[in-house]
């Protein structure tokens, strides 16, 4: 396969063009066929309630190049059980799991040329989202919604790599509220975040660190991601809460921190318990493992990593799951499936 003429090695997380999206229309109960679109924009009706109401969802996913030219994907089926979560929360007709994992195959294999070789540290970054596109102006479920699936070639999230960035407790803003839709993927959560997250940047932060709404005392998860920390005795503690996204990553990194005994425990956890960790991470499909150096939390800070390094157990882990996608270490536990086989 003739690979597109891109500087694989300095790609950011942005989007780049490919060759096509993939597109259906749910109207009268039922998901149209997929058909495969150059075109990057999407006529929408003015009153389409995902503009309105926020009708909209959507998933993350990456498909790798691995060593033998097998080009495959991690965990589809956990995405598209979320993904239907996701429409079932906020009443938008949910996408079928076989049709998802469909749409994913055919748009990969439709842009196999911008799959990022082996080797290059990037991957094709899947999104699929579903909203609503028919209109209301009452407030209504739609009676149509759009499921696309568009992919593009994706560098490290986090522009330093796998270097510890630096969180601040967010204190003042919530993210989501405890019987909210904090445990879906939702663009609302999203937008509920960008000022947070803005001005934790502008302080010099990497991202903040959010607190349950209701108590402002238990770790919720981080903007984008999962949160994970590793105490003093070897366990891999990660919270337990109704309103943080269930992180495909993190369940993943749990089955490993079992695996490597690190006995892991997922249960609410004391923001103060950040004092006594010896290392902390972030998790997600963006970023894989974001190691933590250090969290600030008011007028205190905890320091993880002085000489600018992950810690060794982050950095195992890291390696493990970047192992088995990269199938450089065995998938026994059957994350991976092959969209395309390389031509030996
Ligand atoms: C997508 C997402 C994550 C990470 O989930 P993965 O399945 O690991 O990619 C974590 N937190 C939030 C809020 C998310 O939207």
């Not at 109401?53 to 991690?74: A, S």
Request: net charge negative; charged share 25%.
């Amino acid at each position: 396969m003739q690979k597109a003429d891109l500087d694989w090695k300095n790609l950011t997380f942005g989007f780049h063009k490919t060759d096509c999206n993939i597109r259906y229309t749910w109207k009268d109960g039922a998901w149209s066929g997929g058909t495969l679109s150059e075109d990057q924009h999407i006529p929408i009706h003015i009153g389409a309630t995902s503009l309105h109401y926020g009708q909209t969802c959507f998933e993350g996913l990456k498909v790798f190049e691995q060593k033998n030219g097998d080009v495959v994907v991690f965990r589809v089926e956990e995405n598209a059980k979320r993904l239907i979560r996701s429409c079932e929360k906020i009443f938008m007709a949910p996408v079928p799991e076989q049709l998802f994992i469909d749409a994913v195959y055919k748009v990969v294999n439709a842009n196999l040329k911008f799959v990022p070789p082996y080797g290059t540290g990037a991957s094709l970054y899947v999104r699929p989202f579903v909203f609503g596109s028919g209109p209301q102006v009452g407030v209504k479920p739609a009676d149509e919604y759009t499921f696309m699936i568009f992919v593009t070639p994706v560098g490290p999230y986090f522009r330093t790599g796998f270097k510890p960035v630096h969180l601040i407790v967010e204190e003042e803003y919530d993210r989501a509220a405890p019987n909210g839709i904090g445990d879906v993927k939702v663009g609302g959560n999203y937008a509920a975040g960008l000022r947070a997250s803005f001005r934790a940047k502008e302080q010099g932060y990497t991202e903040v660190l959010y607190l349950d709404a209701k108590e402002k005392r238990y770790i919720d998860e981080s903007g984008p991601a999962n949160f994970f920390g590793i105490t003093k005795d070897n366990r891999y503690i990660t919270p337990q809460s109704d309103s943080i996204l269930p992180s495909i990553t993190n369940m993943s990194l749990v089955s490993l921190a079992e695996e490597m005994g690190l006995n892991p425990e997922r249960r609410p956890i004391d923001v103060e318990e950040i004092f006594s960790l010896k290392e902390a991470g972030c998790c997600g499909t963006a970023a894989v493992i974001t190691p933590v150096g250090s969290i600030t939390y008011g007028e205190r800070k905890v320091v993880y990593s002085k000489d600018g390094n992950a810690g060794p157990i982050a950095t195992a882990l890291y390696n493990k799951l970047t192992g088995i996608q990269l199938g450089d270490e065995p998938d026994t536990r059957d994350w991976i499936r092959v969209i395309q086989a390389g031509s030996p």
